[in-house]
Each structure stands twice: as C-alpha cells, then as structure tokens.
C-alpha cells in the first residue's frame, strides 16, 4: 500500500465525438473514467502504464478497440535519445536567436560545447544537457536574457492571460475563462512526495514529485509554459502553450527537448527508474499527433497486456490496422469500429475483490474503510457497475493500492 493515500470516484464510461478525425459521424470511446481527489505518484505512474491519463482531477481511459482514432500511450527513452539533425538545427537556431539575432554568434562556445567524443571525429560531440541549458542565463551581454523555472502547479493572472492567447489564436476558441484554465492545468489530484535523490542534485531540479509548471520568460516576458507531471518514471507532458509571436522558433518541439533532457537529467543525478518522457496519447490517424513520432527511440504501449514496443514496428503493424495489438497480432482488427456502444460491465468474480474497499470516512472518523463487496453500495445497481469498470481497467492489484468513494 502507497503511504500517500488515493481517493477516487468512479464513472460510468461515456463516448464522445472524435476530435481527432474531425468527423462528427465518428466516435471515441473509454473504457473506464474517474475523478481522483487525492493520488499518490505512484498510482498515476501505474496508471498511465495502463493507458489511462489525467485532465485536471479527472482520468480516463480510451477504447482503442471500439474507437475511429486509437490513443496508444507512447514514451521515450531519455537517456537513450539521439536528437536528430533537424531536432539539433532547431535548438541552435534557438540559441542563435537568444546570443544575437540571426547571425549565428555564439555557435562555437555556447551551443556546441565541445566535447572529446567517443569516435573519432573532430566534429564537436552534440549533448543534448547543454545545448538546451547554453542559452539560459548567457554570458557576453546577449541580444535577449532567457530563463526557465520550474514551479508547483500553481494559478497565476499571467499564465491565465498566455492560455487565453494562446487557446485563441492557436487553436481558434475564443472566450476561455480562468476556470476551464484552473480547471484543465492547474487543478491535480498529484500529492507531491520526495523525489529519492541519493545526493544534494543540481539546484534546478525539483525536491518533489508531483504536478508542475515550466515557465519560459524571454527579457521578463512569460512566452510559454510547458504543464508537466513529474513521477516516480517519467516526467509526463500534460500541455504546452506558447506566445504566437515566437511560432516560428517551433517552442512547442523545443519543450519537447528541453523534457527529454529534464528527464535525462533526473536520470544523471541518480534516480535511475525516472528517464522516460511520455508525451501523451499516440494517434496514428491523426497528421497533427505524428510529430510525438518524432523522437527516437519512442515505444507504445501494447493495448492489452501494456508491454512497450519499438515505434517502427508498431507503425507497419497500424499502416495494415485500424486497431493494432503489438503483443498478439492476431487480435488486431482492420475496418471501421464496430458499432458496439459501450463495452458491456466486466464481470470480476467477487473473491478478486476482497482487497477493493470503498473510503466512507467521515470527519469524525476518516479511516474508515470497508471491502467493496460487503458494502450496501455493491446491492445498487448502478454504484456497482461503475466501480466494475474502473477495477477492470486499473487492474485488480492497482484497485488494491485505491481507495473508491461510492
Ligand atoms: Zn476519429
């Protein structure tokens, strides 16, 4: 049992119009959904090994199976990553564009530390660390001062206002309020928990798990702001929201970087398990979600039994299938999804359950917990179904680790 304590409540599954193929015929499904009040890292950790994810309090798992565009968890491995030449091209035209305009100043001492490489060439050695780092806080008076922090999760009238620009000029919806801002970024159910370093590390790294914001100021301006989890295996991409004004410096593939070196960096300063950056949901069929496929090496998680593939095969496997199991081929399915409706209720027999308990603290008494299937709650219809569907998709040890509100 996790010494932080989780607490959610389970739904009952929903569909909803794609968003991806824009097509209002289609529909995705979830499997399972829930609204988590308190969550330890660990358990969201395990979850999205399961496929499942947050928004704010609330998370969800997709249908692959029964949905138009499938959502496979991706994740990449930090320490293993090689930046490609138009990933290394992009960070140095960044730092370029810090030093002094456009002329490439700066290009030989501060982007491409030279370093003796392994091979033997006399190219200096790209490392990813710092070249991301090269243009924060430069020296010899650059054309722009750059900093990024990194802060708990947290509202301010500042981010506010860069969501609202953003939400308005990128993606074309008007008239957010600092609630949906509250609501989707700020809002986590994440308990933030010593992150077990075995030494002081470096002064930029967090003490903490937990949910966070990566605030990128520009001479003092906030021009973007990457929303990110940190966990006991990974720092997850939530969001990433940028000034308009800058897009033409790709800040949105710069943040991707920048985590994949923060991940390395947990890495380096001993937190061995912490290396992988998980960009959210994978979507094949979506031109716009491709670009996650962008850094190597990338793996998805198998639908079913949630083991990690190489991207590459995974592609030829969904070049061929509309939903691709990587783990069993022969349970993957070609055509349009069938039009099902939503997965019927698992059956689970109840000696499985005996460890899943229902939360019915009170104020008084706030420890009070009782197994599910001795409950009232399990003779309601209703009640029961719901909670049936989370245990199925969270899978009966992690249901263990969870404590439900009926
Ligand atoms: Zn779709």
Known sequence: MATVQTIVEPFRPYNSTCGYCKSNRNTNFQSASLQAYHMSCSVYQRMIDRGWRRSGLFCYKPDLKRSCCPQYTIRLDATEFEASKSQRK??????????????????????????????????????????????????????????????????????????????????????????????????????????????????????????YHQLYRLDGRLVAVGVIDILPGCVSSVYFMWEKEY?????????????????KEFHDAGVPQLKHLYMGYYIYTCQKMKYKGEYSPSFLADPEDFTWHPLPACQRELDRFRYACFAHPEHSLEGPPPSLGIEPPPKIPEKNLSHVRYFIGTREDPSRVVPVTKSKYWKNQMSREGLLYVVEHLGVDLSQDVLFLP
């Open 90 to 211: 992009l960070i140095n035209r960044w730092n370029r564009f810090v030093f002094g305009g456009d002329s490439g100043a700066g290009e030989d001492t501060a982007i491409s530390r030279p370093r003796k490489g392994k091979g033997s060439s006399n190219e200096p050695q790209f490392v990813l660390e710092d070249a991301i780092h090269a243009s924060e806080n430069a020296l010899n008076d650059p054309a722009h001062v750059f900093e990024v922090t990194l802060e708990p999760s947290s509202y301010s009238d500042e981010k506010f206002a860069l969501f609202q620009s953003y939400e308005k000029h990128i993606h074309k919806n008007p008239g957010k309020i600092s609630e949906d801002f509250k609501r989707f970024l700020v809002e986590t159910p994440l308990q933030r928990e010593p992150i077990p370093y075995p030494s002081t590390p470096p002064a930029h790294l967090p003490s903490h798990y937990g949910s």
């Open 247 to 263: 897009e033409k410096l790709s800040l949105g593939k710069l943040s991707a970087l920048r985590e994949i070196s923060l991940a």
